[in-house]
């Protein structure tokens, strides 16, 4: 575990204002008859705008500035040319770097008017962040996050994928520890402050195998049911976890008193 100082993570913050900008430009576009190849030159366009670099691009050869993963796809779907339907979902997930330093986000959205069930899946995986968030709290365990992720997935009756989990992220956009989506609570490395996570459940409508396309990257549940994606880049203080990429978490923002959860 890297742990930053003060200065590091107000960096860190400026580069997730850009990364939560862009995927804010992003996502006024989801609309019936986009197709995700545009909503990746426009994520492109608004993070190199305001002076950061695409992390996603190139990174082990991934070819795009945004993961785009429509409906059965989990993550780490390549944009193209199909355009999206009414009743879709779409996870977009994106990653900027600025000045040395990395943030990352993702969000699933409804494409137009969406089934029943798709909302509530929507809502009960961002449920499941928001409660991973609350539990990053300085002296805690990292099995804290995970447990509560999980008690919220599996109290709606949902899966959480086993394959692919979150991580610490700074200088670097994947550092240690890794952050599973289910575990024990009161196991697991204590959270110090200065450590900054990548929280991002994903989750599946039922229990699901995931798959990996011919391309080496795109990953699907095995029986094509639902997934969605959520995910925000927080740092753990003495006040409280500190969410980077949220509405309102700019470099002259502090955190919040302990227990509280900044702009989610």
Known sequence: MIVKRRSELEVMAEAAVINREALEVVERAVTPGVTTRELNALAEDAILSRGGKPAFKGYNGFPATICASPNEVVVHGFPDDR????????????????????????????VGNVSVDAERLLDVTQRSLTAGIERAQAGGRLGDVSAAIQDVVEAAGYWVVREFVGHGIGRDFHEGPEVPNFGRAGTGPVLRPGLVLAIEPMVAQRRARVVIADDGWTASTENGCLAAHFEHTVAITEDGPWVLTASGSGTNVMPTARGGVHGA
């Open 83 to 110: 355009p999206l339907a009414e009743g879709d979902i779409i996870s977009i997930d994106i990653g900027t770097f600025y000045r040395g330093y990395a943030a990352d986000m993702a969000r699933t959205y409804p």
